[in-house]
């Protein structure tokens, strides 16, 4: 009964573990979607806003949306809600859309995202999100609104293959359900709020309902994961009436070593098969020492196949024959810990099989009496295998790790620039990479920042790709906006329907005292404290994509600081961004500062960055 205890409660955390995980995946997939929503809601008006029409870039990209598994809807509407360009050919005003009335009462400055309905222009239920669209003097000039596929998030789920049981939902902090899985779903949202009042990540148990739940950072949304109990637990039910068949005849054993001091012959007979029945039916080796000389007395036909020996032919056969241990920490566990404990919980340990060999076990074991002597027995299971593969994952994900390593450039600052790399992955890999090279004779430094959607060793390997790819064309004469393009090009075949690059090109060209920009995908770096928006469509979605390029003037003493969402989602939060110097002119002091934050562990994501400080033309 110890023991099955000890394993429901095991079975319990491995349920919260792997719903945790499984969360922490939906928040992923599911945050990752609505930054490339946003940052294209990003391009839009940062595009409308400088022009004050629509302009053939807008037009383009609304109207290749429409492929797009995610999007069942695009649009930029006018201050009267009628479309100016769409997805979905449409002239109907959208003037009384919720999304449009929300930005036409107040502007926010934030993102809109309504409640799923049923879209005006394109019919299908769809989960809206927005922003307002001002003209140059404040006053509102209309919308861009992109409606979301629902199915995309739970066709994610339906690809994880969970079984039957399972119940996940994205959930809005206004209450609203924007998408579940199964459809049918149902679950307690009162208790949902409520653990969310208590912390942004945890779990929680409705009845025999076992719910882990992530809020995502900066939305107004949740990711919620649960499983039955009756699926959940179906195979510790099993493990549990082998365990109480288990606990049967080890009592059986026991009767048997007392029926032996008063029983007759042939009862003792008749209760050695019953006893020796029970010990070849045995899933898992089983084997009886005597504590006082650690002499093995029984062992079953499990126990021969996995160590090699077999009693009486082996006999006298003694613990450190094939446990690999020293004889002075056999003599604790025999004469100190068990005659104390009387059980020993379960435990991962180093056997010898007889030939020599080394096997991993995983040992589990009482003390019984039997003729006023103590005796061990234990139940021990062979994990060699599952060890291996665990070995042989680490070992897969420690090579990745040094590749992306080795592919990072290590560059000299120059007297006008000096150059500072941050790389603090999340995990063991990560999805964030830099490169940079000097161009025409040391006097143009070159630069991208990479940010690949997702995370693992696909993203690790996609990563890579691009490293060097960009890499081969460092030796072209290629100009920093045709580059992003050849490289748009070629990653393509590196990339699923769902995964995407966001990127920064940048380069410092002293002879010019001037840096170029090209946004794609990564929306933003600082320039002397101050945040310059950088709108671009993302790298590896669409064959033909413009992307948006600017310049600044640089002088001595200017700082620059390229980083991904690892550094930039921390900084919106003034806790943080007060750590950093006024207007970035503490250049060492604010790098060091990053490097701290990569180092705590308390960044949300993997975190990469290339900072710059311009001299004066000597030493920097």
């Known amino acids: 009964m110890w023991q099955v205890e000890q394993d429901r409660r095991s079975t319990e955390s491995q349920i919260v573990n792997i719903n945790d995980k499984l969360a922490l995946s939906y928040e992923d997939h599911t945050r990752h979607a609505l930054i490339r929503i946003e940052k294209v809601l990003a391009f839009l008006k940062a595009d409308f806003e400088t022009h004050g029409y629509v302009t053939p870039s807008v037009h383009l990209l609304v109207k290749q949306q429409i492929g797009d598994p995610l999007i069942n809807q695009s649009v930029v509407t006018d201050a009267a809600g009628i479309p100016l360009t769409s997805a979905l050919t449409s002239r109907q005003s959208l003037a009384y859309a919720p999304q449009f009335q929300a930005h036409v009462r107040q502007d926010s400055g934030k993102l809109f995202i309504g409640p799923p309905r049923v879209g005006r222009i394109s019919q299908k239920e769809s989960i809206h999100l927005s922003v307002r669209l001002n003209q140059p003097d404040g006053s509102f000039a209309g919308m861009a609104s992109v409606a979301l596929n629902p199915n995309y998030f739970t066709e994610f789920y339906q690809t994880m293959r969970l079984r039957e049981g399972y119940t996940v939902a994205l959930v809005g902090l206004d209450g609203v359900v924007r998408a579940r899985y199964p459809a049918d779903a149902a679950f307690n949202p009162e208790l949902l709020f409520a653990a969310l009042d208590e912390q942004p990540t945890g779990n929680y148990r409705d009845g025999n309902q076992y719910y882990s739940y992530r809020c995502l950072p900066n939305q107004p949304l949740a990711v919620l994961v649960g499983v039955s109990g009756e699926v959940a637990l179906s195979e510790y039910r099993q493990r549990r009436l082998a365990y109480l068949a288990g606990a049967i005849g080890i009592s059986l054993l026991m009767l048997f070593y007392t029926v032996l001091r008063v029983g007759s012959l042939k009862q003792e007979r008749a209760l050695h098969q019953r006893y020796r029945a029970l010990m070849e039916q045995s899933f898992d080796a089983l084997v009886l020492v005597e504590m006082k000389t650690q002499q093995v007395v029984e062992v079953n036909r499990r126990f021969t196949e996995l160590f090699g020996y077999s009693l009486p032919e082996d006999a006298p056969l003694y613990v450190n024959q094939f446990v690999v241990e020293l004889q002075s920490k056999l003599d604790h566990i025999y004469n100190a810990v068990l005659p104390e404990r009387r059980f020993m919980p379960p435990e991962s340990r180093l056997f010898r099989h007889k030939r020599g060999t080394l096997l991993y076990v995983e040992r589990v074991g009482t003390v019984i009496r039997v003729d006023g002597k103590d005796i061990f027995l234990a139940s021990l299971r062979d994990v060699t295998t599952e060890r291996r593969r665990q070995a ?229």
């Open 392 to 620: 042989e994952l680490s070992r897969d994900v420690e090579f990745a790790r040094n590749v992306q390593l080795e592919l990072l450039p290590h560059i000299e600052s120059a007297e006008f620039v000096e150059i500072r790399t941050l790389y603090y992955p999340k995990n063991f890999v990560s999805g964030d990479s830099y490169h940079l090279e000097w161009r025409r004779q040391g006097t143009l430094l070159r630069g991208f920042l990479i940010d690949v959607s997702g995370h693992g060793l696909a993203t690790a390997i996609q990563t890579a790709a691009l490293s060097v790819l960009l890499r081969e064309a460092a030796t072209s004469d290629l100009s920093l906006v045709e580059q992003l393009r050849q490289l748009n090009a070629q990653s393509a075949k590196y990339f699923s329907d769902d995964s995407y690059a966001a990127m920064l090109g940048f380069e410092l060209d002293w002879s010019q005292r001037e840096l170029r920009i090209a946004g794609a995908g990564i929306t933003q770096f600082y320039a002397n404290g101050r945040k310059i928006e950088t709108p671009g469509m993302f790298i590896g979605l669409w064959a033909d994509v413009e992307f948006s390029t600017g310049s600044l003037p640089v002088a001595a003493g200017d700082s620059f600081y390229f980083l991904t969402d690892g550094f930039t989602d921390a900084l919106v939060r003034p806790e943080f961004a007060a750590q950093l110097s006024p207007g970035g002119q503490a250049f060492a002091a604010d790098v060091a500062q990053l490097g701290r934050w990569g180092e705590s562990g308390q960044l949300a994501d993997d975190a990469t960055g290339v900072c710059l400080h311009i001299g004066g033309g000597g030493a920097a």
